[in-house]
């Protein structure tokens, strides 16, 4: 099956600190989804990517969709305490089915 | 706005014991997913459905049974409960459509099987 591999794995920054992370997949992708999970819930989408090198913001949020289709980005820029919580790429398992393949995640702690 | 409903919350079972978890949503979605949580490994797909009436089989499908009998609702089945089983299991919807992928969650069900 596709794989996506997500790094880093976790992240320990002080609050204020830009944070930058990348999935990478094994095949193209027509779609990249970057999603957030809180402590305790469920995955929330942040930001979708539907085109090749489109960059895409959401308040400090800012995604890219790689070139060759195989790669996404995710930066928050001037993080703050409530940016903790597991980042996860995602993108179509495939098929037009419309299930999606997730990476590991990225943990996030900020300090204040 | 519910969204993705799921129950129960929390749930502790013994070795070979059976259990259902129930997913509602009222987004009229099509597509219903089944998703298991472990740490360092992702969300993994273990059934899905296109639509009710149909399931079909993800990721990791062995020891789990689905049912869509409803569009709305989409449950997960436990036959005979084994420690491995031991997951936080999240149930997503979504549209059906052409990079239609975006999933909505429920907030999950924390499984442990002792």
């Known amino acids: 099956g596709q794989q996506l591999n997500q790094s880093p794995q976790s992240m320990f920054i002080q609050e204020g600190e830009d944070v930058s992370m990348n999935c990478t997949s094994s095949s193209i992708f027509n779609t990249w989804l970057w999603y957030k999970q809180d402590p305790g819930e469920g995955p929330v989408l942040l930001i979708a990517?539907?085109?090749?090198?489109e960059l895409t913001s959401n308040g400090r949020l800012t995604a890219q969709f790689g070139i060759t289709r195989k790669d996404s980005f995710l930066n928050i820029s001037a993080s703050i305490p409530s940016d903790v919580g597991i980042y996860f790429c995602a993108g179509p398992g495939g098929t037009s089915y419309g299930k999606l393949t997730f990476g590991q995640g990225t943990i996030l702690t900020v300090h204040p | 706005n519910a969204g993705v409903t799921q129950t129960p919350k929390f749930r502790v079972l013994k070795t070979g014991q059976s259990m259902t978890l129930l997913c509602a949503q009222d987004?009229?979605?099509?597509?219903m997913y089944w998703y298991r949580q472990d740490p360092g490994m992702g969300l993994r797909l273990i059934h899905y459905s296109v639509g009710e009436g149909t399931t079909a089989k993800g990721e990791v499908p062995d020891g789990y049974n689905v049912s869509r009998l409803k569009k709305q609702n989409f449950l997960l089945g436990l036959e005979s409960a084994a420690p491995s089983q031991t997951s936080v299991y999240f149930c997503?919807?979504?549209?059906?459509?052409?990079?239609?992928?975006?999933?909505?969650f429920g907030q999950g069900t924390r499984l442990t099987v002792v």
């Open positions: 990517l539907y085109k090749a090198g």
């Open positions: 997503a919807s979504s549209y059906s459509g052409e990079g239609g992928t975006e999933a909505f």
């Open positions: 987004m009229n979605h099509e597509y």
